[in-house]
């Protein structure tokens, strides 16, 4: 019996860890991406690029008050109080995810996907706009113009590892039987 409370007390104490690893994560990625952003406003001149690893990666200053690749670029307040409702959208959805067990990869995909969206959302409260300050090095100009932070970074990686991690709905998964009985059948990817 005492081993039984024994590992029970450490799978509490693993998920308390676990559940204080994860809002440290999301805080350091927008820290992180904010203090790069105050960098390349005080140090990089607008409309100068500065090659770095052989021209592979650009480093330059962009403001974009608009969404993603200057979508609704006229309507800054409304993209403003749209980032302010999914990042609260978000927050919700991690309180949730958190009083969850295991589902490791979502959890670290939702705290990648709410640093960034907390880091743009900062940029966009104070500054009214986002600085976005890299981009890759390419024959192709219109690859080469396309400037991103790193917070665009962790919102793509973290909704991609994200959705990976969800339980339900990937194909391949094993699913339980509609009739409830307890028997698994093996989906197929019908797509």
């Not at 052989?54 to 409304?78: D, T, W």
């Not at 927050?91 to 670290?108: P, S, V």
């Amino acid at each position: 019996m005492s081993r039984l409370k024994s590992a029970k007390r450490r799978s509490c104490a693993s998920k308390r860890r676990c559940n204080r690893l994860f809002p440290a994560a999301v805080l350091s990625i927008a820290a992180a991406d904010i203090r790069i952003k105050q960098y390349v406003e005080d140090n990089v001149p607008q409309g100068h690029d500065r090659p770095t690893l052989g021209g592979r990666i650009l480093l330059r200053k962009v403001y974009n008050s608009g969404a993603a690749f200057g979508l609704l670029h006229g309507s800054p307040r409304l993209v403003t109080g749209l980032s302010a409702l999914l990042g609260a959208l978000l927050a919700a959805r991690d309180a949730l995810l958190l009083k969850r067990r295991g589902r490791i990869l979502e959890k670290t995909g939702m705290a990648l996907l709410t640093g960034g969206a907390l880091s743009n959302l900062s940029d966009r409260v104070l500054r009214g706009k986002v600085v976005d300050y890299f981009a890759f090095g390419s024959r192709w100009k219109k690859w080469s113009r396309l400037t991103f932070n790193l917070g665009d970074l962790c919102i793509a990686a973290g909704a991609v590892l994200a959705l990976l991690g969800r339980p339900a709905g990937l194909p391949g998964k094993k699913k339980e039987h509609p009739s409830g009985s307890g028997n698994q059948e093996q989906t197929a990817y019908k797509g």
